[in-house]
């Protein structure tokens, strides 16, 4: 079993940044991946970013692209994001979840191949 836990978020203004962490415990896999999804109010949670655990590879949505990096602390079994230029449109409840694997070069996109996720970070990007 894993654990997630996001902690970060917060109100701030257009053009401001956020810093997002999930901390893991319990079992990882070090094939697997650590993805942040987002879900604003009336619409489908969606991806943002990937990395994988051994290698640091990385994939973002083009959204978010040049705005946002994925990091990873492997000796803390935590994940960052880092959400630079922030937008009205980037509002949402933010997600963290782990894929257990293995993965090679392709990394999960879709919420449904992920096993297990946090309860969420509420992000609210004021204009």
């Known amino acids: 079993q894993v654990q997630l836990v996001e902690s970060g978020g917060g109100l701030v203004q257009a053009g401001g940044s956020l810093r997002l962490s999930c901390a893991a415990s319990?079992?990882?896999?070090?094939?697997?991946?650590m993805g942040w999804f987002r879900q604003a109010p009336g619409k489908e949670r969606e991806f943002v970013s990937v990395?994988?655990?051994?290698?640091?590879?990385?994939y973002y949505a083009d959204s978010v692209k040049g705005r946002f990096t994925i990091s990873r602390d492997n000796a803390k079994n935590t994940v960052y994001l880092q959400m630079n230029s922030l937008k009205p449109e980037d509002t949402g409840v933010y997600y963290c979840?782990?894929?257990?694997?293995?993965?090679?070069?392709?990394?999960?996109?879709?919420?449904?191949?992920?096993?297990?996720w946090g309860q969420g970070t509420q992000v609210t990007v004021s204009s």
């Open positions: 319990g079992r990882t896999f070090s094939g697997g991946a």
């Open positions: 979840a782990a894929d257990r694997g293995p993965w090679g070069i392709d990394l999960p996109v879709r919420p449904t191949t992920y096993d297990y």
């Open positions: 990395i994988s655990w051994n290698l640091g590879r990385t």
